[in-house]
């Protein structure tokens, strides 16, 4: 494990753990990490809240198992979260022109202070993922046959005060979903073998896979989706010496 820490409760921890379950046939392996910084730039309005802070923490879990001495299983899971400013806007020049209905330019550079956080609503933008697969590797005499299933799921939320003045007038929040899933299939040869039954130096690769994938997108004004399926064959031949 290893620790660190410093200006502005900067602290970053990582670790991992791994060794046999059972007989040395089932192996596990568990591994995380964990970040903070509180930042060093505050909101005017709000002084007890950074604008520049950033937090994020992951953890990934393994199992292998020796299912038979030609079968090999590997089952993954993993998740983690990000939550950080957003890449909040700080004024460092005056405005040339307001934008804002009934606001003149010159109540937008009154209320700025520069290379301030300005904004009435603090910026934010926090993504949660977890995903996990099964891979499968079997160890046959003509070939290496591998099976790989996964599933993933990411979710995004972001707040977004983009007029960069205390005058409240464009807020954006923003909420995304995205949902996937794929299998790929894999085939290997070990090599072709000749009438004399000696290796040929010749090898194929045979890796036919299909993929989908549904993205869900909810938005502020409204739902809205896509999903799309994508399959794929690939043939590759090799001379071996």
């Given amino acids: 494990m290893d620790v660190s820490y410093g200006n502005h ?18 192996f596990l392996r568990v591994a995380a990490n964990f970040h903070n910084d509180d930042g060093d ?23 292998k198992a020796l299912v038979t001495d030609r079968l090999t299983a590997y089952l993954s899971f993993g998740g983690g979260a990000d939550k ?36 009435d609503s603090a910026t934010s933008a926090t993504q949660t993922s977890a995903d996990g697969s099964l891979r499968l590797v079997y160890d046959a005499d003509f070939a290496t046959i591998s099976s790989v299933t996964a599933v993933e799921g990411v979710t995004e939320v972001q707040h977004q005060d983009i007029d960069v003045t205390r005058i409240p007038f464009v807020t954006v929040h923003q909420d ?20 004399f039954a000696r290796p040929s130096k010749f090898s194929f690769r045979r890796r036919p896979g299909f993929f989908g994938q549904l993205v ?15 399959v794929s064959r690939s043939i590759s031949g090799s001379l071996r010496r």
């Fill in 176 to 195: 995304q979903t995205i949902r996937s899933v794929s299998e790929e299939l894999r085939l290997a040869s070990k090599g072709f073998r000749n009438a």
């Fill in 41 to 63: 730039i505050k909101y005017l309005y709000a002084p007890h809240t950074s604008g520049n802070y950033d937090q994020s923490g992951n953890v990934r879990a393994e199992l």
């Fill in 9 to 26: 409760n900067s602290t970053d921890i990582t670790g991992d753990v791994s060794g046999p379950l059972a007989t040395d046939r089932v």
């Fill in 84 to 119: 950080n400013d957003g890449l909040a806007l700080v004024p460092v020049t005056h405005s040339t022109g307001s934008g804002i209905p009934g606001v003149s330019t010159a109540q937008v550079n009154q209320s700025l202070i520069l290379g301030q956080l300005n904004q």
């Fill in 216 to 230: 869900g997108v909810d938005l502020q004004h409204g739902d809205s989706g896509v999903g799309w399926l994508f």
